[in-house]
């Protein structure tokens, strides 16, 4: 898959550069958010090559792209002009401050947590996996009294320490105010001096006002509640500083009025929940240990679904900076996502359809390695009973893994992967974790076997219709003469594109021929050589013609039109009719079949490739029907 073309391919269809208010990514998905989501053409989107699937929550538009969805995201940064967003200045009609309105208080929150912690993610899981390597260093003779030791656990632990710092940037971008000046702001509740204050305890003031001392190392909360109010500040600042010395006395303004007030407010309201986070989660913890990782366990895929994964996100942080490890997420997550896995490759094995086979068995291997959304969107959701399985698998890890005190000492996507970060001061942990590995992957595999699902009949009629193209072709073939060159033409006017630009795997994949794929301008399909009419779908979608040479070409008009039943489709020659190049063969109504929600991108492939040694496309682009497309030789 071509991840950089389909940055390319995405950007017109999101409505361009300019109606992109804020795009970030995660490990396999672009978060988008529109300035007007009416020029966003969301069924040319999941049409899309390279795109799993699309989903609307959180005040987010995302696109399931897969693990290598940060080649994708530089090129549209890139094409962006090397911005995440443009400014909100000047914008009119629905700009997304007015759909910012509509939105509700638990969306905007999640919307906050998500674009906040988006581009910290990396960073802590590169410090997570650090400090479960050092866990199994020790573990294999390392002294932790050595520089070594010291060295490697003061990199792992920096993005926790400095995780105000890290935060303030996503804040920024979530509440649009300057970045550099969020993190110069979360800096000062960081600064040396500051901490020497609150180790000292002494009371302080400013202007007279109480501050309160607070450390705000490790904390998460208080600097986006304070890079909040700086983004009214910052607004303030703009719209009453005159321009003639805006350079520096706008800057000045933020930070005189931004700092004090994180300091003397929103740092201790902001520390106040933290705290308040914390003590609640070891609440339920200390009186039901198994609650959390079996809800975690069974609802986390309609936690991925609705965007609301991101809600548990600063618990589980505030969590691992203050004790060392959480509770909350990594437990039933690992559940979860294992189970899915185990669900996934059930299906990989019980599927008699190929194409299935093939993504059960790629996304499922990426699902127990700790990514889910290809298999959560490509397989479990499309099947439904897998996704029962996966919950009922995830469920009884998540149980198993509360009962026996499973923990996660690093911030890591959690899989077979990532189970370093489950090796702490607990020599059992990893034990158990590997038990509730098992308890997950087995429970949903079983789950699948026995419930069984739809196997994709929708695959099977696809792989029918082809197989009767090809027994319709086969049964009219002429004489056929190899080791002669002979030119195919272009049969519709339209654009010339590759064959990889067709969202459809039988295509793509060239399993059905070699060739090129049009996208039609005019509904007219003429004949591209003289030969004979040897195929002629009921439905008119598709019709094959076996050439004087003796070349099988077949012309499939859309993807999966073939359910208009003929629809829109008018057939002007029938099986065994002779035909000349340029003799009109069908003619069709793309606009109506767009509307339908069908894409109309047409291959044009040479069926018995085999028999001949090449292929060699003379056109690419705009062409007009009659001109020369192919030599085959």
């Known amino acids: 898959m071509d991840y950089k073309k389909l940055g390319k391919d995405l950007l017109p269809l999101v409505g361009g550069a300019d109606n992109i208010s804020k795009l970030t990514h995660c490990a396999t998905r ?61 914008k009119s009609g629905t700009n997304s401050g007015e759909q910012q309105e509509k939105k509700s208080i638990i969306t905007n929150i999640i919307s906050v947590i998500s674009t906040t912690f988006t581009p910290v993610i990396p960073a802590l899981i590169g410090g997570g996996m650090i400090k479960a390597v050092l866990s199994i ?218 194409q299935l086979k093939q993504l059960a068995s790629s996304s499922g291997f990426t699902a127990v390695m700790g990514i889910t959304e290809p298999c959560l969107y490509g397989v479990i959701l499309p099947l439904k009973k897998p996704l029962i399985a996966s919950m009922i698998g995830g469920g009884v890890g998540g149980i198993y893994a509360g009962i026996s005190g499973l923990v996660r000492y690093a911030f890591v996507s959690p899989g077979l992967a990532a189970l370093p970060a489950f090796i702490g001061e607990n020599p059992m942990n990893i034990v158990h974790a590997v038990i509730t590995c098992v308890i997950s992957f087995a429970a949903a595999f079983a789950a699948v076997w026995i419930m069984g699902f739809d196997d994709g009949e929708s ?13 319709k072709a086969n049964s009219r073939k002429e004489n056929t003469e190899e080791g002669k060159s002979q030119i195919v033409s272009v049969p519709i006017n339209g654009e010339i594109v590759s064959l990889d630009r067709v969202n459809d795997a039988v295509f793509s994949q060239k399993i059905l021929g070699d060739g090129v794929a049009i996208i039609p301008e005019e509904g007219k399909v003429f004949s591209p050589v003289n030969g004979v009419v040897s195929a002629l779908f009921e439905t008119k979608h598709a019709i094959g013609i076996t050439s004087e040479e003796g070349i099988e070409l077949l012309i499939h008009i859309g993807i999966d039109t073939v359910n208009l039943q003929g629809k829109y489709f008018t057939a002007h020659v029938d099986v065994g009719t002779q035909v000349e190049k ?52």
């Open 137 to 354: 260093l020790v573990l294999f003779g390392l002294d932790d009294t050595s520089s070594t030791y010291a060295l490697l656990n003061l990199i792992s632990d920096a993005a926790f320490y400095f995780m105000p710092v890290l935060l303030a940037y996503g804040a920024a971008i979530k509440f649009e105010c300057n970045p550099v000046l969020a993190m110069t702001l979360a800096s000062a509740l960081l600064h040396p001096t500051w901490a020497g204050m609150v180790g000292a305890g002494e009371s302080i003031d400013f202007l007279h006002i109480p501050v309160k001392l607070v450390d705000y190392s490790y904390s998460v909360i208080p600097i986006i509640l304070s890079i909040w109010i700086m983004s009214y500040v910052e607004k303030m600042a703009e719209k009453y500083t005159p321009s003639i010395i805006k350079f520096f006395l706008k800057p000045l303004i933020i930070l005189f009025i931004s700092a004090p007030i994180a300091m003397i407010i929103i740092g201790s309201f902001g520390s106040f929940l933290n705290t308040l986070l914390e003590t609640g989660a070891n609440m339920i913890n200390a009186r039901a240990s198994w609650l959390l990782p079996m809800l975690m366990g069974a609802f986390q895929p309609f936690l991925v679904l609705t965007g609301t994964a991101w809600a548990m996100t600063p618990i589980a942080t505030v969590q691992i900076s203050s004790l060392g490890y959480e509770i909350v997420n990594g437990p039933g997550m690992l559940a979860s996502n294992i189970a899915q896995g185990g669900a996934t490759l059930a299906v990989a094995l019980k599927t008699k359809n190929q």
């Open 582 to 633: 340029g003799d009109l063969m069908i003619s069709f109504d793309g606009e109506k079949i767009q509307k339908e929600g069908y894409d109309i991108i047409t291959p044009v492939l040479i069926a018995n490739m085999a028999q001949f040694t090449s292929i060699d496309v003379q056109k690419d682009g705009k062409a007009a029907a009659g001109e020369p497309l192919m030599i085959i030789s």
């Open 30 to 90: 672009l978060r988008f958010e529109f300035y007007d989501r009416s020029k966003v053409d969301e069924t040319a989107i999941k049409r899309t090559s390279g795109v799993i699937s699309v989903v609307e929550k959180g005040g987010q538009f995302q696109v399931v792209v897969g693990n290598d969805v940060p080649i994708t995201y530089r090129v549209l940064i890139n094409e962006m002009g090397g911005t995440a967003g443009r400014s909100d200045s000047g």
């Open 459 to 471: 695959g099977k009629d696809k792989r029918q219709e082809i197989e009767d193209l090809k027994i």
